[in-house]
């Protein structure tokens, strides 16, 4: 009996200690995001370390890439094998909705206020939009802190030495000054390379320029369906892409065009041909998206070797917040937010926790430190009260691959828009840059109106219908008929795929909803 008592307390302390050493073990948490095997799986890097020791987690990378991460996850989910953390550009889209039907993906607790930092990051107009009876359904990861911030979205610098040099004395402030200054450098051509006019990193961009002529909210995020309505004076909800003055900012296309203000090889031109030809002084202006802080790594490390020693803001000048038709001052209206972080629907309630954990901390000012800076005392030190890097042979993102991955999980490109975050760029010029045009928006620009609730609003007709206004513009502005037939055919081109009716869809729930 003594030897089957003692065998038997000897079990149970086997048992509790083996309790006890499962509850130690971390949560596996499986992320599918742009490179992450590089950025999880190169070695030692404290920062993952310490991130996982902080909220006993084990970050499992499941990769994808910028030219297979839309079709990797559709085959998951497909397959009903999504990771639990999963980084996708979907909002609006006919998969957003079709996985929050199909219960895909799982909603965020409607209370986070056990998540503050989590909370107040998501309280911004139009993530709340997004709300499906009352759920939010993924993380957005916001680019900008309110709207005025979309400014720098699409950038256009441009050769103001070689404008000087051609007789241009005062920098452009409406579109008009603008097309005179690129043809007067095109025509003095003061190197001698046979200069062009306007390039573009990616030529898609160009509606987030020239809508602000005329048609300032008309523009979306290359989805097709982040199309925004308005409601008119007659009580009916409509896209805001067929209730602008679209005639004027597509004839401003094809003039800019047939002038050469922008280039003849626009569309054939890629971001690594573009940035080249601006960089050697082969293209008067560029247009670009991600701020000016972003032209450093593009054109302006590269600037003194290409131009005889002359740093870039010599020679360049970031294009201001134009005047449009009416003389009203408006800037690119995107959302604040690119892409965005969902979670599994196979995901437990303790697994939600760690993740809602982690974001929490990702966008907290401790989290932001330690992924910005590293670790206090040994990557950086606090002076006066701002951060000052210790490091002297090495990046951060070299020493801490986790750094990129954690940086861009729940939030991105938050340094451009807040000092306390170091620049990609060696001087503050480039980010003064951007700060200079937020500024300039918020004292002389007028954000346009639309209504959030029906741009984010679910039918099926409108989850089906994509408006492609970028490739729209394109097609008039390289087109030879007159643009006002070429505009007309446009509309019934959207009227036959069944427009009139998708509004009326649209008008009948919002009118259920009481919008």
């Not at 499992?60 to 559709?74: A, G, L, R, S």
């Not at 007789?167 to 603008?178: C, I």
């Not at 309630?349 to 990702?362: R, W």
Request: overall charge negative; some cysteine.
């Amino acid at each position: 009996m003594k030897k089957m008592l003692t065998f038997l307390l000897a079990l149970a302390m086997v048992l509790t200690m083996h309790s006890f050493a499962l509850a130690d073990e971390p949560v596996t948490i499986r992320i599918a995001h742009w490179d992450v095997e590089t950025a999880l799986g190169m070695g030692e890097d404290a920062v993952r370390d310490m991130v996982e020791q902080k909220f006993g987690i084990r970050l499992e990378p499941m990769n994808t890439t910028w030219d297979d991460y839309v079709q990797k996850i559709q085959a998951w989910a497909a397959a009903n094998s999504l990771p639990d953390i999963f980084s996708i550009d979907a909002i609006c889209t006919p998969n957003y909705y079709a996985w929050i039907a199909d219960e895909v993906v799982r909603p965020l607790p409607a209370d986070l206020s056990a998540y503050p930092s989590l909370m107040e990051y998501l309280d911004v107009e139009d993530i709340q939009a997004l709300k499906i009876d009352g759920q939010l359904y993924c993380i957005p990861r916001k680019s900008q802190p309110n709207p005025y911030w979309m400014v720098g979205d699409r950038v256009i610098v441009y050769r103001w030495d070689l404008a000087q040099k051609a007789g241009v004395t005062k920098e452009p402030e409406t579109f008009d000054e603008f097309r005179a200054m690129i043809q007067a450098i095109i025509k003095a051509d003061p190197e001698g390379k046979q200069i062009q006019g306007l390039t573009s990193l990616q030529a898609k961009q160009l509606d987030g320029f020239l809508f602000t002529y005329s048609m300032p909210a008309a523009m979306s995020d290359g989805s097709g369906s982040d199309y925004k309505w308005v409601k008119g004076e007659d009580g009916m909800f409509r896209p805001r892409y067929f209730t602008t003055d679209m005639l004027a900012t597509f004839q401003l296309a094809r003039d800019m065009y047939a002038e050469g203000t922008i280039e003849k090889d626009y569309a054939l031109t890629t971001s690594s041909t573009a940035a080249e030809k601006f960089l050697t002084g082969r293209s008067a202006a560029i247009l670009g998206g991600g701020g000016v802080e972003a032209c450093y790594g593009r054109f302006g490390k590269d600037w003194p070797s290409a131009n005889n020693g002359r740093a870039f803001f010599d020679d360049v000048r970031v294009l201001g917040v134009l005047e449009g038709k009416d003389g009203v001052r408006t800037f690119p209206m995107f959302r604040t937010a690119w892409s965005e972080s969902y979670v599994s629907s196979k995901v437990d309630d303790a697994k939600m926790e760690k993740i809602l954990q982690l974001y929490d901390f990702l966008v907290s000012r401790e989290g932001q430190m330690l992924i910005n800076w590293g670790i206090e005392n040994v990557d950086y030190e606090m002076k006066d009260g701002k951060a000052v890097s210790l490091l002297t042979d090495t990046s951060l993102g070299t020493k801490y691959p986790s750094t990129g991955l954690l940086n861009g999980l729940a939030s991105w490109g938050q340094s451009r828009t807040n000092r306390d975050y170091p620049t990609g760029a060696p001087t503050e010029d480039y980010r003064d840059g951007d700060f200079d045009l937020y500024e300039q928006a918020v004292a002389t620009g007028e954000l346009p109106s639309f209504d959030m609730r029906i741009t984010y609003m679910s039918t099926p007709l409108k989850d089906k219908f994509i408006i492609y206004q970028a490739d729209d513009l394109m097609a008039v502005m390289m087109g030879s008929e007159p643009v006002e037939k070429m505009v007309e055919d446009l509309l019934k081109s959207y009227e036959s795929k069944g427009l009139d009716a998708m509004i009326q869809e649209v008008n009948e729930k919002a009118a259920e909803m009481g919008y």
